[in-house]
């Protein structure tokens, strides 16, 4: 009896991580039609995942999409919920073939992610510096007409591009104006500050390239 009632215990939480893929699949497929993301065939968001959308602001993702949000899907992610913010009129272009693990994504501007791209658990992707570097900016607490922060709409911004089939590893942060050119790998926990060029592998803090890859 108590190794019948330990095998039932131990089965629990798969059976509640299966319950809550069946409920949060096509929950998750009609979220993001509301919010206004286009998205192509075989989308597959797994949990509960922030989304923040501002006006005019545009989200396409192509086909074969994975994204795993907490509830240690990857339990690289140390149950950590996924975000994707796109600001006013920004912009984020997702190719085909892209799996993200627990990532936040948030675009001021631009951000691409190619096809057959994999971003490893609790990455950032940041486009923005999300405040402005004067001090006496991010403390006057002044706002426009619409009551947004002139620190936040004043923060310098550029696109951030990620290539195809490009490897990002786990708790990775890339920054604005960065450039990860296709086939590259970047490793776990690089902060990513100036482009990487294609076929390399980059790490550390600032990610520098180690070696270039031939095949």
Known sequence: MNHLLKKIINKLPHTTRKLRYLFYKPYNKLLFKIVGIKYGNNL????KIHLEIESEAKIIIGNDFIFTSGDAYNPLCRNIQGSI???????????????????????????SIGDNVKIGGDCILLDTDAHNLDYRIRNSNET??????????TAKSKPIYIENDVLIGTRCIILKGVTIGARSIIGSGSVVTKSIPPDSIAAGNPCKVIKHISY
Do not use: M, Q, R
Not at 85 to 111: F, H, L, R
């Open 44 to 47: 597959n968001v797994f949990n």
């Open 85 to 111: 913010y796109a600001a006013e009129k920004a912009n984020i272009i997702i190719g085909d073939n892209v799996g993200i693990s627990s990532a936040c994504i948030w675009a001021k501007e631009y951000i």
């Open 144 to 153: 426009n007409e619409y009551n947004v922060p002139i620190d936040s709409l």
